[in-house]
């Protein structure tokens, strides 16, 4: 089992930044790829960014490309969002996910931290 916590999550004006970490415990060999997803209010939950034990990134979202940064310390077990230039419909509850190599799905879940961008 992996537990995942969230933090950094709040309240921002449009333009501003929040930096999200994940901090993972338990079985933390399986942290092969750590990512993070997000849910607006009345939305699907859409893949946002993840990045593997390697350094490897893969983003979900085109929209986030050159304003979000994903980053990881595996001696720490924890990944970091920087959000920068935040625009109000990157309002969302922030939900980090871990798997593990060769997992297609992700198999851990944070309970989630809510980000919320005023315009």
């Known amino acids: 089992q992996v537990q995942l916590v969230e933090s950094g999550g709040g309240l921002v004006q449009a333009g501003g930044s929040l930096r999200l970490s994940c901090a993972a415990s338990g079985r933390t060999s399986s942290l092969h790829v750590m990512g993070w997803f997000r849910q607006a209010p009345g939305k699907d939950r859409k893949f946002v960014v993840a990045?593997?034990?390697?350094?490897?990134?893969?983003y979900g979202l085109d929209s986030v490309k050159g304003r979000f940064t994903i980053s990881r310390d595996n001696a720490e077990n924890t990944v970091y969002l920087q959000m920068n230039s935040l625009k109000f419909e990157d309002t969302a509850v922030y939900y980090c996910a871990v798997r593990d190599q060769g997992r297609i799905s992700y198999d851990y879940w944070g309970k989630g931290t809510l980000v919320t961008v005023s315009s």
């Open positions: 990045m593997n034990k390697n350094g490897e990134i893969t």
